[in-house]
């Protein structure tokens, strides 16, 4: 799908559920990673997530667009377009929108967790992060701490 493609669809989506036309721009932004996508309150122009369609269809994105387009009819109208609103929650119920985005994949490298042992009591401590051995101690018998290995997960 293209972003003129986007925009058609968007415009459709807010005239079929709305009511009321969407006069400003929608794209694609593959740099979104952690969001479905972003309603900007300075020019009304709507960030859409490419993965939201490619990843987990085209259902969802009509979920994601109508998401944006509540907050973007909200601000329009002078209200608020936060999440905790009462406004906000009943118009994305009535529209049918997604609350939350999907959970995206992890992308990238397996996560490497670090194991760490007490010298006096034997736990272990999993770690994703570097423990500084020197500052830290068992949190059960005060002991010192004692690198052991590095794991690979997934």
């Known amino acids: 799908m293209t972003d003129r493609e986007l925009q ?11 009511g009321k036309p969407f006069k400003h721009r929608a794209v694609f932004n593959s740099r979104l990673r952690s969001t479905g996508g972003r309603y900007h309150l300075q020019d009304h122009h709507i960030d859409i997530n490419p993965r939201m369609l490619t990843v987990f269809g085209e259902a969802t994105l009509e979920g994601v667009i109508k998401h944006e387009l509540v907050h973007y009819h909200l601000h329009l109208a002078g209200q608020s377009g936060q999440h905790r609103t009462k406004a906000f929650k009943q118009l994305l119920q ?8 999907p959970q995206q994949p992890q992308l990238g490298q397996p996560t ?37 290995k590095k794991e690979q997960s997934k």
Do not use: D, M, P
């Open 8 to 18: 058609q669809l968007v415009e459709r989506i807010s005239l079929q559920s709305f």
């Open 94 to 101: 009535a529209v049918g929108g997604l609350r939350y985005a």
């Open 112 to 148: 490497t967790i670090l194991i760490y042992r007490c010298e006096k009591c034997g736990q272990i401590y999993q770690r994703k992060r570097r423990i500084n051995t020197q500052k830290f101690v068992c949190g059960k018998c005060h002991g010192r701490l004692v690198f052991q």
